[in-house]
Nanobody, 126 residues
Framework: QVRLVESGGDSVQAGASLTLSCAAS?????????MAWFRQAPGQEREGVAV????????VYADAVKGRFPISQDTAKNTVYLQMNSLKSMDTAMYYC??????????????????WGQGTLVTVSS
């Protein structure tokens, strides 16, 4: 059973930076997973933010965060990070970590991910 635990959410001013972490456990070490960050604002659909391939060789970003939110991973710690820079009020949302064993058909589509964390809240005030 894959378990994902997010942390790092906070309330900050616009322009600030935050780093979210997602600690993964419970999966066979021989398997690899595509790890992603999604976010959901009140009244909005869950949207993909960033994805990192198992090898870390490739990353994919939503246009809204490209250049501001680099995704990275520490395989030794089984942890994925989302460095959030130049935060804007529009970035306010619950941020979720997600994982999938095979290459998702659409990397930024929440329907293609089987495993989810409980979320961590990011609030950005202007």
């Amino acid at each position: 059973q894959v378990r994902l635990v997010e942390s790092g959410g906070d309330s900050v001013q616009a322009g600030a930076s935050l780093t979210l972490s997602c600690a993964a456990s419970g999966y066979t070490y021989k398997k690899t997973m595509y790890m992603a960050w999604f976010r959901q604002a009140p009244g909005q659909e869950r949207e993909g933010v960033a994805v990192i391939y198992p090898s870390g060789s490739r990353t994919v970003y939503a246009d809204a965060v490209k250049g501001r939110f680099p995704i990275s991973q520490d395989t030794a710690k089984n942890t994925v990070y989302l460095q959030m820079n130049s935060l804007k009020s529009m970035d306010t949302a619950m941020y979720y970590c997600a994982a999938h064993y095979v290459l998702p058909r659409n990397l930024l589509d929440a329907r293609n991910y089987d495993h989810w964390g409980q979320g961590t809240l990011v609030t950005v005030s202007s």
